[in-house]
């Protein structure tokens, strides 16, 4: 992405950067948030009610953030067996081919995350009072986003912003 | 009306066909839980739109962050110098026994494995101070990788494991028929689950150890340099100050003061603390790199999580449980039948499967059957995840072994040579962590 000349690589690559520190600010945030919750309740006996339900809030976040990172990073983890039996050749079409069904996927993600979200618009979280929307949006974030990281990979682009090889990350759970 | 054998047909064939045709394993559940939805079509248990909210509700867990935070105390440990701490520390107890280097590497494993929690990262790390020193003290390569990929697996099981997290997150979502009649769900006590993990480790180091011991002695391999004596409460200062991360997190957890995710949250902070302001090896430029392996390790599981989430919702809907239950059992009623069959059918899955999916995905199919058999459901999940683990070591996705072999740059076929005599013995410590229950139990037990 980063070598993407023009506006539009410009676009996608701010667009990329404002994602990713969002996510990761939001696991620093919850971290923060947890780290502060127990030191009030052990040493001050004080709990902020509202503690756990932000950090759910933010968990769904950060998860669904990782969904359509992990899908312009590539990182998802499938079974490669196939690779011993079929020529690259024939394997870069069949990763074309996967890569509309993940945009099958972020459509049905935006789609009825959307329906799903608008549903839920007059329910609210039970201790902030936000309305519940805030939880539920992020579905259809992750739908729109991963719907463009795949057509822009189904166009030939390498979205990678991470090439460097890092094994660690590949299965390390 | 829809036909449950046509239902659960689609769902067990549309899984299969995409996980082989190299689909991500998370979407893989998600599409085949949308297309049974999409043919079941209930009023009563929704449409293709509940598998979307599933997903979310799959990763709306505030355990599910100990994960995270155990992974970010491993990275941010190792990124402060713990793995030469850790080495001197293995060193000043077995360096200078016959083939000391061997018996150091896999000690030094146990150990950075108990702060990482990962074998990968344990490869990583130990491998990459202790394999060119073993080759320089006349070890042969191909047996200082074999000898960290097998130690290395040691990471998974010894507590705080956040693969065993993993575990007991899923295992608490599985539904199974309760004693006094009608369903309940699986719920694992995680610090027991954590003191679960002791034995079976510590079994599985002195088996590595005996192996490694026996090819040293053999092959004449040398005692490692003596360690002199003003440098050993230098050295055992710094090693004991490494560990507190993980006492941290296994005291709170155990002693009921703080979860899992707590004390994970405390264990960060300390890290950072410690390797930034006490090692000084902890660079701040370093932090975001730090953060971003994390949240980039942490991306998949959560996805699986989620889409584990909806699988599970559509598997319970349709009684699936408790029919692969019932095949497992019309197979043999002895239980030690079903128990080697299982372990058999993980060995073999763990080659094709890396270790989140299979913890994810045969959780919720094989604990009903072993909670049928009479296994605790901690035993359970130490013995699946001593499985993933050997997995890890196995081609075709043998991570663990990718990475050593890549190390001590030597090929995958001597590496996995020179890995087999571990392997047998890894595989005797898992029939006796899954035949004699107590290893498991005996620990979480006293509490």
Same mark, same amino acid.
Not at chain 1, 42 to 65: N, Y
Not at chain 2, 220 to 249: E, N, R
Not at chain 2, 407 to 427: H, Q, R
């Given at each position: 992405m980063a070598k993407k000349k023009g506006r539009i690589g410009r676009f996608f690559l701010f667009l990329d950067k404002t994602?990713?520190?969002?996510?990761?600010?939001?696991?620093?945030?919850?971290?923060?948030?947890?780290?502060?919750?127990?030191?009030?309740?052990?040493?001050?006996?004080?709990?902020?009610?509202?503690?756990?339900?932000?950090?759910?809030?933010?968990?769904?976040?950060?998860?669904?953030?990782?969904?359509?990172?992990?899908?312009?990073?590539?990182?998802?983890?499938?079974?490669?067996?196939?690779?011993?039996?079929?020529?690259?050749?024939?394997?870069?079409v069949w990763d074309r081919v996967i890569d509309v069904v993940v945009i099958a996927f972020g459509l049905y993600l935006t789609y009825y995350g959307a329906e799903f979200t608008l549903k839920m618009g007059t329910s609210t979280l039970a201790i902030t009072g936000w309305p519940n929307m805030v939880q539920y949006i992020v579905m259809p974030i992750t739908g729109v986003l991963t719907t463009i990281y795949s057509v822009l990979r189904l166009l030939g682009m390498d979205l990678r912003r991470y090439n460097q090889v890092e094994e660690e990350i590949k299965a390390d759970v | 009306m829809y036909d449950p054998n046509i239902a659960i047909a689609i769902l067990a064939v549309t899984f299969v066909v995409l996980l082989f045709l190299r689909l991500p394993v998370a979407l893989t559940l998600v599409i085949s839980s949308i297309a049974t939805m999409f043919y079941m079509q209930d009023p009563f248990m929704g449409y293709i739109d509940i598998v979307a909210q599933q997903t979310l509700q799959g990763v709306n867990a505030f355990s599910l962050l100990a994960i995270p935070f155990f992974i970010l105390t491993g990275q941010l440990l190792g990124e402060g110098g713990l793995a030469n701490r850790i080495v001197s520390l293995a060193n000043l107890f077995v360096g200078r026994l016959p083939g000391g280097l061997s018996l150091v590497n896999s000690v030094a494993c146990m150990f950075f494995g108990n702060l990482s929690g990962s074998a990968v990262a344990d490869t990583s790390a130990i491998g990459s101070v202790m394999i060119p020193i073993m080759v320089k003290k006349g070890y042969s390569p191909e047996y200082a990788v074999g000898v960290t990929i097998s130690s290395a697996i040691q990471g998974v099981i010894v507590p705080p494991s956040h693969n065993l997290v993993l575990y007991s997150i899923v295992a608490a979502g599985v539904v199974v028929p309760a004693a006094g009649g009608g369903m309940e769900r699986v719920g694992i006590d995680v610090g027991k689950l954590f003191l679960a993990g002791i034995v079976p480790g510590v079994l599985l180091l002195i088996t590595l150890c005996i192996v490694g011991l026996t090819i040293s002695i053999r092959?004449?391999?040398?005692?490692?340099?003596?360690?002199?004596?003003?440098?050993?409460?230098?050295?055992?200062?710094? %090693? $004991?100050?490494?560990?507190?991360? /993980?006492?941290?997190? +296994?005291?709170?957890?155990?002693? @009921?003061?703080?979860t899992a995710t707590e004390a994970g949250a405390v264990a960060v902070v300390y890290s950072f603390f410690l390797g930034a302001f006490v090692y000084r090896e902890l660079k701040f430029n370093r932090l975001w790199a730090v953060l971003v392996r994390t949240f980039r390790t942490v991306l998949m599981v959560f996805f699986l999580i989620g889409a584990s989430g909806a699988f599970g919702y559509v598997m319970t809907t349709l009684h699936l449980p408790d029919l692969i239950t019932q095949a497992f059992l019309s197979v043999s009623h002895e239980p030690w039948v079903i128990l080697l069959l299982i372990n058999v059918l993980l060995l073999l899955l763990g080659g094709p499967m890396d270790m989140a999916p299979m913890i994810v995905i045969l959780t919720p199919v094989l604990l009903p059957v072993c909670l049928q058999l009479g296994m605790h459901?901690?035993?359970? %999940? $130490?013995?699946?995840?001593?499985? /993933?683990?050997?997995? +890890?070591?196995?081609?075709?996705? @043998?991570?663990?072994?990718?990475?050593?072999?890549?190390?001590?740059?030597?090929?995958?076929?001597?590496?996995?040579?020179?890995?087999?005599?571990?392997?047998?013995?890894?595989?005797?410590?898992?029939?006796?962590?899954?035949?004699?229950?107590?290893?498991?139990?005996?620990?979480?037990?006293?509490l």
């Open positions: 994602i990713e520190a969002y996510a990761i600010g939001l696991l620093v945030f919850l971290i923060l948030n947890v780290f502060v919750a127990v030191i009030m309740r052990r040493f001050f006996g004080h709990m902020a009610p509202w503690s756990e339900e932000i950090s759910l809030l933010s968990l769904t976040w950060f998860s669904f953030m990782g969904i359509a990172i992990g899908f312009r990073e590539e990182l998802h983890l499938g079974m490669d067996l196939l690779d011993h039996f079929i020529p690259a050749k024939a394997l870069a | 092959r004449g391999y040398p005692k490692g340099d003596a360690v002199a004596w003003k440098q050993v409460p230098g050295i055992l200062f710094h %090693g $004991i100050l490494s560990f507190t991360p /993980a006492f941290v997190i +296994l005291g709170s957890v155990i002693s @009921g003061l703080a459901p901690i035993h359970f %999940g $130490i013995m699946l995840v001593f499985n /993933a683990g050997m997995g +890890l070591l196995t081609p075709p996705v @043998g991570t663990v072994l990718f990475v050593g072999c890549a190390i001590g740059k030597v090929s995958v076929l001597e590496g996995t040579k020179a890995m087999w005599p571990f392997f047998l013995a890894m595989i005797v410590a898992l029939l006796i962590i899954t035949f004699v229950p107590a290893v498991s139990l005996w620990l979480p037990g006293l």
